[in-house]
């Protein structure tokens, strides 16, 4: 991998491939305050076809909010686009990094958005009381470029895919609002943390990753129900009766 950019905590790492669609994959925080996130979904986002791709670390743990990331994410971009023609953008992430994907919709043009546990917020006032990932969202300056995660407009071109676990992340992933164009998945036995190594345990990660770029909605869904979730309203509608038939 080549060092393609460095601006100020923001690090684009890029893997050459072959093709013209680019994978964005974003980081999440990583164990070690005192190293730089690694590098995620590697094997996923260069996929079988080996698809050019950038790994976009943030050392400041920002959620995009790092006064560099729009100017080093279009760089990074650009700098491919030198090299080679890209039709097709796709960004990817989980938790942090699946907010710092739906955020690149804000600075870039995107064909598709994998979010895996992405936070909705990291404002108390948006999700309520959350104590996870404090150390960091304490020290972001305000005010914040990205107080919410933003989705696409109405009119967007982008296909979005949203995928949370509903152990511990209920209150992000409902504060989503329903939107056109977003399919959001729920995964009821699953926590923030677990999803994305469960989606790769059994074997629907790739198949989910490459069905989201190619526009594939059918088998993104099979992807997602052969892992144990489905579509939030469907998920919902099932919790909802099954407390109506316990009711005395």
Request: proline letters at 6%; hydrophobic letters at 45%; aromatic letters at 6%.
């Amino acid at each position: 991998m080549e060092l393609l950019v460095e601006e100020g905590p923001i690090r684009a790492v890029y893997a050459e491939g072959q093709g013209t669609d680019l994978v964005i994959s974003f980081s999440s925080i990583g164990r070690k305050r005192n190293e730089p996130p690694p590098h995620e979904f590697v094997g996923a986002a260069i996929g079988k076809h080996k698809r050019h791709a950038l790994f976009v670390t943030d050392f400041s743990r920002s959620w995009a909010n790092a006064p560099e990331f729009g100017a080093a994410l279009q760089a990074a971009v650009e700098r491919v686009r030198a090299r080679h023609e890209i039709t097709r953008i796709t960004t990817l992430g989980l938790s942090m990094g699946g907010f710092s994907a739906l955020s690149a919709q804000a600075i870039l043009p995107l064909d598709a958005i994998v979010a895996i546990s992405p936070q909705y917020s990291i404002l108390k006032r948006h999700v309520g009381p959350e104590t996870r990932w404090l150390h960091w969202r304490k020290r972001i300056a305000r005010p914040l470029a990205f107080p919410v995660a933003p989705l696409p407009g109405r009119r967007a071109a982008t296909r979005v895919f949203l995928l949370h676990g509903m152990v511990d992340d209920a209150a992000h992933a409902l504060a989503f609002a329903p939107s056109r164009g977003v399919d959001h998945f729920l995964f009821p036995e699953r926590t923030h943390s677990d999803l994305g190594r469960h989606l790769k345990s059994t074997g629907q990660l790739a198949p989910l990753i490459d069905a989201a770029i190619e526009g594939d909605r059918r088998a993104v869904v099979r992807a997602v129900r052969r892992a144990g979730g489905d579509f939030r309203a469907r998920i919902l509608a099932g919790a909802e009766g099954a407390q109506t038939h316990s009711a005395p």
